[in-house]
C-alpha cells in the first residue's frame, strides 16, 4: 500500500485545515491509520490514530479536542481534522498504517508516505 498526505498549507493562529491520507496500490481497510508529524530539530511524534472500522480513535495530548481522526474505506481516504491550530502544530504531516490497534510508536507503523507541509504563523 502507498500513503499519500495532503492539504497542508499556510495558515493563522486559529484557523483549519483538513488533512487527507490517500491510499493506492491496494486497499487499506483492515488497518489501522496512525498520523504522525515532525518538526524542524525534533523526532517524529504521534498525532491521532484510528482503527480500521472508524469505531476507535486515539490522540496525543497536544492535539485532544481540536483534532479529529476520520476514515472513508469506501475512498481508501483517511482524514485528519485540524482546528484551532497553534504555532506549535507547524510541522510536515505524515500517515502511516499498522495491522493492530493500540500501539502510537513510529517505529511500529509502516507504509509511510510523503508528508504534507502545515505551517501556522500569522
Known amino acids: 500500500v502507498q500513503l499519500q498526505a495532503s492539504g497542508g498549507g499556510l495558515v493563522q493562529p486559529g484557523n483549519s485545515l483538513r488533512l487527507s491520507c490517500a491510499a493506492s496500490?491496494?486497499?487499506?481497510?483492515?488497518?489501522?491509520v496512525g498520523w504522525f508529524r515532525q518538526a524542524p530539530g525534533k523526532e517524529c511524534e504521534f498525532v491521532a490514530a484510528?482503527?480500521?472500522?472508524?469505531?476507535?480513535?486515539y490522540y496525543a495530548d497536544s492535539v485532544k479536542g481540536r483534532f479529529t481522526v476520520s476514515r472513508d474505506n469506501a475512498k481508501n481516504t483517511a482524514y485528519l481534522q485540524m482546528n484551532s491550530l497553534k504555532a506549535e502544530d507547524t510541522a510536515v504531516y505524515y500517515c502511516?498504517?499498522?495491522?493492530?490497534?493500540?500501539?502510537?510508536?513510529?517505529?511500529?507503523?509502516?507504509?509511510w508516505g510523503q508528508g504534507t507541509q502545515v505551517t501556522v504563523s500569522s
Open positions: 502511516a498504517l499498522r495491522a493492530e490497534y493500540g500501539s502510537w510508536r513510529p517505529v511500529d507503523f509502516g507504509s
Open positions: 484510528i482503527n480500521w472500522s472508524g469505531t476507535s480513535t
Open positions: 496500490g491496494r486497499t487499506f481497510v483492515g488497518y489501522v
